[in-house]
């Protein structure tokens, strides 16, 4: 029961933490990834190379700390400075939302930068603007380049919620430490804890193999034949 | 006499310390076929891609219908939707497909209906014998059929002039000849087009102006029994000389 409970929570973190921090990852990769013309007035500027900042700030301070410890900041801090008590679950969920974002920020900004510059050409040539330029062809095709590295971050989450042990989620770790505790024997419960975490992510990457796979589309397309009307109405021979 | 469609006046345009562009005084009329011709390096792509501002130009007007484009206040989307482009490389937009490349700049740039839409793209890609092939991803077919597709998806804008950055050059020998037939049908229909070539058999025979540009600059232009039967200067009958001999 205590396992079950372990799982569902250690689910229910990481698949929100990566879908989140997916989210928050493309928006900020898509932020830094605006091109500068020197044409544009110098308030846009000013402020884009602010936003800039804070986003690189936001990236490296996530990237370069453990996140055990942002966990325990985000918990105990929150409550201390500003008396905010958080259910661990939810400050659980924050942490590896926010912490993931930060990853997939820099992975989201390679998946962008790595789509050939013939295709923002083409886009603009017929008149896009860049934000349909985004919406119609960079992104679609940049985030099916990014999905096997989500799907790395997304077996990393299952893993790492063990981490929240430290601000009391009941997350599988930490119910497997608690049925330790109860029954006095290590082997057995860290053993099957094992085989679930790898049942989990085994999961994980099946689905989003399957996911690409549906992105990519069928392997052969469908030859349509001309009917001798359509013909007639016009069409040069070639 | 009307407006030039397209009109280029004094343009430079300098990457760096290097003048790639140096003073061009360039013109389109409607329904004219202009070839540019030149070695490689001489500025060809740059001018065509200064033309729908794909290069910001370093100086310089281009006049659109008389309409200085690069003023403040221009559109420069609005004004590129005006005019096609097809590219060596394609560039057909991988995500889609045949069908939805040529859809999706008639949906979200001039908001048409989508059912419209896609029978305009039909009767496009049925001109240059792609409609079969609606449904096939640009991986799935030949370098051919993609720039058969890349013109019907900038057809399909309608745009008043259609631009060609050596459409033919990242082509295999045998699939050139599908491509150029295409153009020629284009040309025939009275479409106002801008070609940069290495084909000097097709600019000879479509053309109705031919523009040798050498080093930066526009060095001679002229109908295409002039440029190749009888060149002015020398720079362009060793041009010629040396590309035709490679064939």
Partial sequence: ?238 | MSTPVVQVCGLKKTFGRNEVLKNIDFSVNRGEVVCVIGASGSGKSTLLRCINLLEYPTGGQILFHGENVLEKGMNPAKYRARLGMVFQQFNLFSNMTVLENCVVGQVKVLGKERAEAEKTAVSFLQRVGMDQYVDAKPRQISGGQKQRVAIARALSMEPEAMLFDEPTSALDPEMVGEVLKVMRDLAESGLTMIIVTHEMAFAREVADRVVFMDDGVIAEEGPPEVIFGNPKLERTKMFLTRILSEK
């Avoid at chain 1, 936001?58 to 905010?84: H, K």
């Avoid at chain 1, 790492?160 to 330790?180: C, G, P, R, Y």
């Avoid at chain 1, 999961?203 to 001309?226: A, F, N, Q, W």
């Fill in chain 1, 1 to 238: 029961m205590w396992l079950l409970v372990g799982t569902r929570n250690t689910l229910l973190i990481s698949i929100t933490g990566t879908v989140v921090g997916f989210a928050i990852g493309l928006l900020v990769a898509v932020l830094r990834t605006i091109p500068k013309n020197p044409g544009d007035p110098l308030v846009k500027r000013g402020a884009m190379r602010f936003v800039n900042i804070l986003l690189s700030v936001y990236i490296e301070v996530f990237r370069g700390t453990p996140m055990m410890v942002q966990g325990i900041l985000v918990y105990y801090g929150l409550m201390e400075a500003f008396q905010i008590d958080l259910a661990p679950i939810t400050a659980g969920i924050l942490v590896v939302s926010i912490n993931t974002g930060a990853y997939m920020a820099e992975i989201a900004r390679g998946g962008i930068e790595s789509i050939d510059r013939g295709q923002y050409e083409a886009a603009q040539s017929i008149g896009m603007n860049h934000t349909q330029t985004m919406l119609s062809v960079i992104l679609p095709q940049a985030i099916r380049n990014i999905l096997p590295a989500t799907g790395n971050e997304f077996v990393i989450n299952i893993k790492d919620t063990s981490v929240l042990s430290a601000i009391m989620v009941s997350e599988l770790f930490f119910m497997t430490n608690s049925i330790k505790g109860a029954i006095y024997r290590t082997f057995e419960p860290f053993f099957i804890t094992c085989v679930i975490y790898l049942i989990l992510t085994f999961t994980v990457t099946r689905i989003l193999r399957l996911i690409e796979r549906r992105l990519d589309g069928p392997d052969s397309y469908e030859m349509r034949p001309i009917t001798k009307e359509e013909k007639a109405e016009g069409g040069v021979e070639i």
